[in-house]
C-alpha cells in the first residue's frame, strides 16, 4: 500500500459538513495527485455507489468508496472530522472517514491491499491509534502499515481519550492480525486456533460456522464483514470460516470445511456464488451490513436454529458460470460446463423462438415462411398477418441462437469479458453458416482470448479503460480475424458436409440416427448429454427453410425427450406398489411434464434408482426415437410436446412412437423393480398410508 496513500492525501481537520462535501474535499486531493482524471464523474460514481447502500459503520466510520474509469490508480484518501459527519450509520456521525478510490480494471494485488484495509478498520487499536495521531505523515503511514497502531498510540499520552471517547491502548491484542494493513491476510485457520484450542482443553468440539460475505463493490464491506465475524467468533468461543467473495476473487470454502459445519452466514448485498453447497443446514441470510454491525446476534440466532433442527432447503443452481468449480478441477470439467453455459442461456431462445414459429404456421399455414415482411404488409383483420407477424418475431429469435450460444461459451470461461468477443464471434458463424460448430468454435476461441489478455500487465493509466474500451476492441479483432479468414470457412464447409450427409440418411441410416439420439436425451435427462442432442436438434432447424431431415430429426430428438416421465407416470400408475409415497405423488406431475416435453420430470425416479429408471429410460428412447424416423415424422417447432402436435408431419404415427417407447420403459421398469429381494413382512401396501409406516415407506419398496 506504499503508494495508495501519502501524508498529501490526508486531512486531519476535515470541515466538511455532509458526506458529499467530505467526498469533494479528498477528492480534489486526488486530483492534485494526478490519481482521478474527472472531479465530477468521479463524484457522480461514488455517489451512486452511496446510493445503492450508506457506507456509515457503527464505531464512527465512513467509508465512501467505487470502482470508477476516471481514476488512474488504487488510492486512499483519509480525513478526521471533529464535529462528525453523517454517513448513515445506525450509531451517529463518522468522524474516520476513507475515501477509497479504484480505477474499473483494477488488478488482483491492489483489491487484495484494500480489502486488507477494510479488515484493519475492524480493529480497535487501528482506530483508536488514527484518532489520536497528530501528523498527517504519520497516519499515513500508519494506513499504509508502515507504523503498527501501538507505536502510533505511543506518541499519545496513555490515558488520552480520542474522538469517540474511549482510551487509547498501546498494545494490539494477541487475537488480531496487526500486519493486516501490509496486504498479507492471516489464514482463516489462524482465527479459529484460540477457540479451538479452548475447545480440546474442555474435551468438547467447538460449535462450527462457515459465512460467506459480499457487497456490490467486493472491496470494503465484504471483508469487513468478514473480520467482524471471525472477532465475534472468537469471543464467543466458535470457530468462525469466511470465504469472503469480493472483486480480489475468492477461494471457495473445502468442501469437507463446509460438511462438518454445524450452520451458515450469508451476510451479502449480491447472489452468493455456489449457494446450493450450503443447502441443508441451519441457515441466517443477512445483508452484509448485519455481519459488520451485529455479528453476535448472527451468531447466536444460527446457533438456536441448530439447535431447534431448522435447516434451508436446497437451492436452484445458478448459472453455469456461477457453479464454475475451484482451480482444481480437470480441463473436461471445466469444458463441459463451459459448454453448458452457452447451451443453457440460449434454450429460452429455441423455446420462445420456435413456439412463435410453430404458432406462426398453426394460424397462417404452411405458407408462411413465404410471406412479404409484416413492416410492409399487415392487416389487422387477416389471420395470415398475425400468422406471419408471430413467424417472423420466431425468426428474429431464431437468429439468436448461435450469437448467444458463442457469447455465453465465453462468459462461462471469462466472464462478461467475453461477451463482447463471443458474440462477435457467434454472428459472424451465422453469417458465414458456420451454424452450431462455428459457434461452439467462436465462443472458447472468444474466451480464449480474453483469459490470454487479463494476464498481460499493463500500465497504471489503462486499467480503467481495459474492460469496456481495451479487451472488448482487441479480443473482438482477433475473434473476428480467425473466424473470417482462418477457421471459419472450413467450419462451414464441415458444417455444410453433415447438413448434405443428413439430407441423404435414408432407410436403416435414420433408424441408427434415431436410436441414437433417443439414448442421449435419455442418458442423463436434461444434463449435458441430453442438451448435445436437443442443440445438435434445434440448430438444423434455425433457418427460415429447414430441410426435412433435419425437420425429422427434432420430431425424433422431442419424441424421445417426452418417454421418460410420461413412463414414470405410467409405471406409477399401474405398479404403484413397486415405488415410495413421494415417487407416486411424482409421477402424478409427471403426466403434465412429460407431455410438455420436460425430460427433467424423471430426475427424482431417476436419483431414486439410477441402475434400473435410467437404462430402462435409454431403452424405450432409442424405441420410440428410431419409429419417429421409420415413420418419417417431421417437427418444425423445437417444443411444445404434444401441444404442438397439430403441427407435426404424419401425427399419428408419431404419437404411435412415443407410446411405444413409454410401454417399453414401463414394462422394464415394472420387470426389473420386481425383481429386488422382497422386502420383511409387514412392510407392504396395506400400512404403507399409515403414520408408522411411512418410515417403512421411505426405504425400498416391496416387490408386487
Known sequence: MSEMITADLVDLDLSAETKEAAARALAERMVTLGRVTDLEG????????????????????????????????????????????????????????????????ADDAHLTILSSLARQLMNAEFTSALRAVDDAAAAAALIRGDESPAAAASTVPEGTESADGSKNSVAVSGGASADTATGTTSDTTDTTSDTTADAGASGERPFRIVAVTSCPTGIAHTYMAAESLENAGREAGVEVVVETQGSAGFTRLDPAVIAAADGVIF????????????????????????????????????????????????????????????????????????????????????????LLIALGFAIGGWTVNKAPSVMDHFVWTQTDSWGALLFQIGGVAFNFLVPVLAGYIAYGMADRPGLVPGFVGGAIAFNINAGFLGGLAAGLIAGGVVIGIQKVKIPAALRGIMPVVVIPLISSAIVGFLMFV????????????????????????????????????????????????????????????????AMKIMAA??????????????????????????????????WVLGASFITEGAIPFAAADPLRVIPSAMVGGAVTGSLSMAFGTTLRAPHGGIFVVPLIGNPFLYLIAIAAGVCVTTALVVVLKGMRKQAPEGTGAGVADTAIAAKVDSKEPVAA
Open 42 to 105: 468521479f463524484l457522480a460514481d461514488v455517489a451512486a455507489r452511496e446510493a445503492q447502500m450508506p457506507t456509515g459503520l457503527d464505531g464512527g466510520i465512513g467509508i465512501p468508496h467505487c470502482r470508477s474509469e476516471h481514476v488512474t490508480e488504487p488510492t486512499l484518501g483519509f480525513g478526521r472530522s471533529a464535529a462528525g459527519i453523517d454517513f448513515g450509520a445506525p450509531d451517529g456521525p463518522a468522524d474516520l472517514i476513507f475515501l477509497i478510490a479504484a480505477p474499473a480494471g
Open 267 to 354: 451476510a451479502h448485498d449480491v447472489p452468493v456464488r455456489d449457494k446450493d453447497r450450503f443447502a441443508g443446514k441451519p441457515t441466517v441470510d443477512v445483508g452484509v451490513k448485519a455481519g459488520i454491525n451485529k455479528p453476535a446476534e448472527l451468531i447466536t440466532e444460527v446457533r438456536g436454529k441448530a439447535a431447534r433442527g431448522e435447516v434451508s432447503a436446497g437451492s436452484a443452481p445458478g448459472t453455469p458460470v456461477e457453479r464454475s468449480g475451484d482451480s482444481t478441477e480437470g480441463y473436461g470439467t471445466k469444458l463441459r460446463k463451459w459448454l453448458m453455459s452457452g447451451v443453457s442461456y440460449m434454450v429460452p431462445f429455441v423455446a420462445a423462438g420456435g
Open 486 to 549: 482462418v477457421i471459419g470457412k472450413p467450419i462451414a464447409s464441415a458444417q455444410k458436409g453433415m447438413t448434405d450427409w443428413l439430407n441423404g440418411l435414408t432407410g436403416t441410416n435414420a433408424v441408427l440416427l434415431g436410436a441414437l439420439l433417443g439414448l442421449m436425451m435419455c442418458f442423463d435427462l436434461g444434463g449435458p448429454v441430453n442438451k448435445v442432442a436437443y442443440t445438435f436438434a434445434t440448430a438444423g432447424i434455425a433457418v427460415a427453410s429447414p430441410s426435412d431431415s
Open 557 to 590: 430428438v422431442m419424441a424421445a425427450g417426452m418417454v421418460p416421465p410420461l413412463a414414470m407416470a405410467l409405471a406409477t400408475t399401474v405398479r404403484g406398489k413397486l415405488f415410495t409415497q413421494t415417487e407416486r405423488e411424482n409421477g402424478k406431475a409427471a
